[in-house]
């Protein structure tokens, strides 16, 4: 049982908008930690897709994007393309636990 | 560029200790900017922190591991390393090494981000 919770898959048709959720608690999220989010093909390593809640590295298209409120977090994508079509991960900083998690992750399909 | 390269053995048997480096290259372990980390990933499954390392000597250890592991750095070469004893299948997993960046909050700078990851080693416990 992962301390952020995501729904284990998602799906939606090219150039729809499709958002994955991602809960915590008072000790995460809700603590002021911000959310980070990582796109993960298969067969290969995560890669970080958005940072601190909303803010997205150099190359990574403005179809994505994140937001935060209290103890959830967002990744919104829209324009899906079938290229998205990966596992997303969320990750904060849980001070109960001491240390950085994650969520389970979501299987995005484009149908 | 930062890149990361795992290395090590891909089949450890039972209550031996796992061992994996991480070569960096495109920067220093010692210039003191990122977390040297070790993530892993069970089969079909999520992320798990192993735990961290700052050229400072900062460490952070997952608690459900802290026992069993070990992540040092060797400076002269530019790698880290993972050392996790007493594996049972439970550890069958993909290693990820990565750099990561302290993030701070208006309260804190607890949080990390993971920038710079490498490809992964599958490391199956069998006998």
């Known amino acids: 049982q992962s301390v952020l919770t995501q729904p284990p898959s998602v799906s939606g048709a090219p150039g729809q908008r499709v958002t994955i959720s991602c809960t915590g608690s008072?000790?995460?999220?809700?603590?002021?930690?911000?959310v980070h989010w990582y796109q993960q093909f298969p067969g290969t390593a995560p890669k970080l897709l958005i940072y601190g809640n909303d803010n997205r590295p150099s190359g990574v298209p403005d179809r994505f994007s994140g937001s935060k409120s209290g103890t959830s977090a967002s990744l919104a994508i829209t324009g899906l393309q079938t290229e998205d079509e990966a596992d997303y991960y969320c990750q904060s900083f849980d001070s109960s636990l001491s240390g950085v998690v994650f969520g389970g992750g979501t299987k995005l399909t484009v149908l | 560029q930062v890149q990361l390269q795992e290395s090590g053995p891909g089949l450890v048997k039972p209550s031996q200790t796992l061992s994996l480096t991480c070569t960096v290259s495109?920067?220093?372990?010692?210039?003191?900017?990122?977390?040297w980390s070790w993530i892993r990933q069970h089969p079909r499954k999520g992320l798990e922190c192993i735990g961290y390392v700052f050229y400072s000597g900062t460490t952070y250890f997952n608690p459900s591991l802290k026992s069993r592991v070990n992540i040092s750095l060797d400076t002269s070469k530019n790698q880290f390393s993972l050392e996790l004893a007493s594996v049972t299948a439970a550890d069958t997993a993909v290693y990820y090494c990565?750099?990561?960046?302290?993030?701070?909050?208006?309260?804190?700078?607890?949080?990390?981000?993971?920038?710079?990851w490498g490809q992964g080693s599958l490391v199956t416990v069998s006998s």
């Open positions: 495109g920067d220093s372990i010692r210039r003191g900017v990122y977390y």
């Open positions: 990565a750099g990561a960046k302290g993030f701070c909050s208006s309260s804190s700078c607890l949080n990390r981000r993971f920038d710079h």
């Open positions: 008072s000790s995460n999220l809700g603590a002021d930690y911000d």
